[in-house]
């Protein structure tokens, strides 16, 4: 029999709140779900543990990739199924696997929807779900975390995009699979698990989270108006076409820099270093998506 977990961020919104969702659990018969509220992602990652420790094996998550990635971290690996309630601002992780906005349209995918073996990716240690990566994006995260997503929602990582794309390039080494692969000026390294970023920006056209390896990508733009270029062929859908950006494909990956930078994944940065570390973790989590 499932036993039923969540772990919820209150200071995010969905639907008519936490009290809608208790409502509509109870309503599904699960009237007493091991329940726990945190005020920070971070904190996540405890509580999904303390769910496995008492013996849930459904664990329902509501808040933004943020959220979802603490949750991945632990629940990789346990055999124990992820549910998505898209509570953020992003919600890239859910968006990828087509899981509704709804709350009860979402409620009915974690409780009945298709589970799902995906791929996750390991960065220095840590899994995420959906990208990590340093420079551009790691610099309009950070800036757009100060409390600025809070604010203005999505809005947040246009103006923070027009700041970061003034980031000064740094130089980087990166081996895939054991081979160098590229060697030079850059001013964004971004892994993907999944293609598509907020406003439907598709950063890597091929990405699948099923297939046991990450895309793994550079930009070379240098000035805005460099940016402006990859950005628009990023609307369109084919970011590989730009001059200015490089793709491969890779199960392992090493990135050295030449002074250290922040890094990034799932949406939250992370304290800056000089040597990034990745890998692919085929098949490590169970995700409920939408039966098609």
Not at 139 to 149: H, N, P, Q
Request: with cysteine.
């Amino acid at each position: 029999m499932t036993c039923v977990a969540v772990v919820a961020h209150r200071r995010k919104r969905l639907g008519g709140g936490l009290g809608a969702l208790r409502e509509m659990l109870a309503a599904e018969g699960i009237d007493a779900p091991l329940w726990f509220e945190i005020d920070k992602s971070r904190k996540a990652a405890k509580r999904t543990r303390e769910a496995l420790r008492r013996g849930a094996d459904r664990v329902l998550v509501w808040g933004g990739d943020g959220t979802v990635q603490r949750c991945v971290d632990v629940l990789a690996g346990t055999g124990a199924t992820l549910g998505i309630l898209p509570a953020g601002t992003a919600n890239l992780f859910a968006t990828n696997l087509g899981i509704p906005a709804a709350l009860d349209d979402a409620l009915d995918v974690a409780l009945r929807g298709t589970p799902r073996r995906l791929d996750v990716g390991v960065i220095n240690g840590e899994r995420f779900a959906v990208m990590a990566g340093t420079g551009f994006d790691a610099e309009m995260i950070r800036e757009a975390d100060r409390g600025l997503k809070d604010r203005v929602g999505q809005a947040a990582y246009v103006w923070t995009g027009v700041k970061a794309a003034g980031t000064t390039p740094q130089r980087a080494r990166i081996r895939v699979d054991g081979h160098k692969w590229f060697d030079g000026e850059v001013s964004c390294v971004l892994f993907a698990n999944v293609g598509r970023l907020a406003a439907g920006l598709q950063a890597f056209e091929h990405a699948e989270p099923a297939d046991g390896a990450l895309e793994v990508g550079v930009v070379t733009a240098r000035t805005r108006l460099q940016w402006a270029q990859v950005i628009a062929l990023m609307v369109a859908g084919r970011p590989m076409k730009s001059r200015f950006v490089e793709v491969t494909r890779a199960r392992t990956s090493e990135v050295r820099l030449a002074h250290k930078a922040a890094y990034e994944l799932d949406g939250c940065d992370r304290r800056p270093a000089k040597h990034l570390r990745v890998r692919v973790e085929p098949d490590a989590i169970t995700v409920c998506v939408p039966t098609s």
